[in-house]
């Protein structure tokens, strides 16, 4: 691999990605912009995450790269092959094994280490944006810590769905100062966002990088009377029988029969390496 | 007693051109002041300069803060008079469209200012909520609905609501019956008086409208080009006008 | 109670030439507690600008107009707003009020201006409307469609509903029947008793032989380049 600079992007750019990075770790849940770059994907495919992933690699580190929980898909497969080519670092599936883990939409179930950097891939940043279109405005909002309005988009789902029926991206406050948008991962995973390893959030087209710095407390907006909850599927997962993993659902023929699974992969294929048998697999081996 | 606003010397300049200037006056707790003239008379640049949405040139606007008693609110940091707006003051616009949140339900709409100053209590907001529509007369089963199925008249109601919710002391009217029928202003100056009155409100209230005025207002103050050309008791003004201005204003009234 | 001191004015007509018309000149006259003062002259002899002047209304040239502590003619609006919902009533020959509120809200209004409990204020709106025999089924209704006898027994309600020391009426009787002009007369007559200086206007020459002390010539104090 001589065509490419290290992790295709040139010196200078990751320097700048890198000091954006620095910057978003020294405050965290504050958007830094930074001036991201071309890549050779489309907007969409996470060309945020691969810009801080491409800062922040080494030769020595082993990548992961999971698409809403699974190694195997399109988007998954074609990030870490792109890393494989520009950057020639190993690659695993396994959590436990990675150094760096780029993300989309998820969060591992296995706890992450302080050795370990999670990568998210981020579509829209700005959580305020959905209800206030400036950005001179949001901006001024996040200065003055003005974030009633975040509220009012929880009201509006209670008074629509008689529940917060946010179910991803859903808002937190970071220290107890900046309202931050966690990319759509499931709500099921806000509690996990307080970890030790180092959390990066690129955002390409919108051009934002943010960071939660490892014990950092990270705490989901509610209601008094209407408090945070982490749900899932009320449901163990049918392969694994784990009923501690956020599932996915399918539907597995035509008459509408449905199973669940685990949509952390490494994470189901591991337990059941481990003799775990959900109820599909039992009638499976019956 | 302390005024609740002082105003002192205001001026604010368009380059060469004069917005306002010279601008002095004191407004009481309980008083409604009307500022009237005819469009570029300078009265609309006056309230945005009173309200904070304007920086004027020269001059001061004390208010009378909780805390701290009299603070130039010009001078004041952002964040400071950005809570006072939306605590203490509130500012009423023309367009409800410019004062309403069109994609928020009108409960989310009343809720939001009590949410900015740390109402975290979903049942306690929607009480306010509800209590507040039933005082500005809007059916209570439209509290989820959007603001955009509302009529003009309602949605100026609405405004009203989501502006008093945090039970403000002063509060900036535009043209606050601007562009409704006569039937839905007659039914709006009745409900701004009455919550004038219950409330103990302070208003500056900017029109054209000099029938508003001798409604609503104690006090009036005539602006033209950027100056203001008389002041006094509402009745007074309109009855015996001094200026030359003020003198054809009010006799340019159509009477019905 | 009031007390006018050398008081004159004159209009200045600016977009008609600035022509300057003087309408009265030297007004002096004294009002105590429990008196009643009728103000006489022929029509155009300045009846109606003095009592305008009186409540501040219009503005005095020069002079003093004491009422109680404060010098309307000097006063800044603050004081006469003051002074007009504690101690100056005035029952005017119209009826200016909001389109859409209730005729015993508008009879309220002066009471709840200064503080009143609602409900007390609302009875003795209702009291009053009872006493000068408007229908019990117009209260609820706005005085603006009301017949003019109608509308000036609401005026009166609304005047007196607040117990001023001092009270102005512009033509109190005007369209009203006997029964509701005799009870007109015995409230000015109880505002009287319990002390009120009143300035009045009365074409009705029978009302105001019953119920004034004396009168005041305004054509005493008319320019005499007008006269």
Known sequence: MTEYNFAYLDEQTKRMIRRAILKGLAIPGYQVPFASREMPMPYGWGTGGVQVSAAVLTPDD??????????????????????????????????????????????????????????????????LRFLEPSEVETRKMHSLEEYGLMHV?????????????????????????????????????????????????GAGREQRIYAIPPYTQVVSLDFDDYPFEATKADHACDLCGAEDSYLDELIVDDAGARMFMCSDTDYCAKRRAQGHVGAQAAEDAA | MTPLLQVTDIAKFYGQRIGCTGVSFDLYPGEVMGIVGESGSGKSTLLNCLAGHLTPDRGSVCFDTRADGLRDTVSMSEPERRMLSRTDWAFVHQHARDGLRMNVSA???????????????????????????????ISVDRIDDRPTAFSGG??????????????????FMDEPTGGLDVSVQARLLDLLRGLVREMNLSAIIVTHD???????????????????????LTDQVLDDPQHRYTQLLVSSVLQV | MIN??????????????????????????????????????????????????????????????????????SAAPREILQL???????????????????????????????????????????????????????????????????????????????????????????????????????????????????????HDDAARAQVCDREIDVTAFTPKAVA
């Not at chain 1, 769905?161 to 406050?173: D, W």
């Not at chain 2, 000099?210 to 006094?232: F, I, N, Q, S």
């Not at chain 3, 029509?43 to 109680?68: C, D, E, H, P, V």
Request: charged content about 20%; some cysteine; hydrophobic content about 45%.
């Open chain 2, 107 to 137: 409960g989310g709409n009343v809720g939001e200012r009590l949410m900015a100053v740390g109402a975290r209590h979903y049942g306690d907001i929607r009480e306010a909520a509800t209590d507040w529509l039933g005082r500005v007369e």
């Open chain 3, 4 to 73: 006018v001191e050398n008081v004159s004015k004159s209009f200045t007509l600016h977009n008609q030439g600035a022509a300057r018309i003087p309408v009265m000149h030297g007004a002096s006259f004294q009002v105590a507690p429990g008196e009643c003062v009728a103000l006489v002259g022929v029509s155009g002899a300045g009846k109606s600008t003095l009592m305008r002047m009186l409540y501040g209304n219009y503005l005095a040239q020069s002079g003093r107009i004491q009422i109680g502590e404060v010098d309307v003619a």
């Open chain 1, 153 to 201: 988009k929880l009201y509006e789902d209670i008074s629509q769905h008689g529940a917060i029926a946010t179910a991803y991206a859903y808002p937190v406050k970071v220290e107890g100062r900046y309202v931050m948008d966690p990319s759509p991962i499931p709500k099921f995973d806000n509690p996990k966002l307080e970890m030790a390893a180092i959390q990066l959030f």
């Open chain 3, 84 to 202: 007009r919902r504690y101690s100056l009533g005035y029952v005017s020959q119209f009826l200016r009020v909001v389109p859409r509120v209730s005729t015993v809200d508008v009879v309220a209004e002066p009471l709840l201006a200064t503080g009143w409990d609602r409900s007390d204020a609302l009875a003795r709106a209702e009291i009053l409307l009872t006493r000068l025999n408007v229908p019990e089924r117009l209260w609820s209704l706005s005085p603006t469609t009301f017949s003019g006898g109608e509308q000036q027994r609401v005026n009166i309600a609304r005047g007196f509903a607040y117990d001023y020391p001092a009270l102005l009426l512009d033509e109190p009787t005007a369209s009203l029947d006997a029964t509701n002009r005799a009870v007109v007369l015995e409230m000015i007559a109880a505002a009287k008793a319990r002390g009120a200086a009143i300035v009045g206007i009365f």
């Open chain 2, 154 to 171: 309602m949605q100026q109601r609405l405004q009203i609501a989501r502006n008093l919710v945090t039970g403000p002391r002063l509060v």
């Open chain 1, 62 to 127: 082993t990548l992961k790269v999971i698409d809403q929980g699974a190694d195997d898909t399109t988007n998954a497969i074609s990030i870490r092959r792109f890393f494989e080519k520009t950057a020639g670092v190993a690659v695993t599936e396994a959590t436990s094994d990675a150094s760096v883990i780029q993300t989309r939409h998820r969060i591992p179930e296995e706890p992450l280490r302080d050795d370990q950097i999670l990568v998210y891939q981020v579509p829209i940043p700005e959580p």
């Open chain 2, 210 to 232: 000099l029938a508003v005025v001798r409604l609503l207002a104690d006090r009036l103050m005539v602006m033209k080009d950027g100056h203001v050309v008389e002041t006094g």
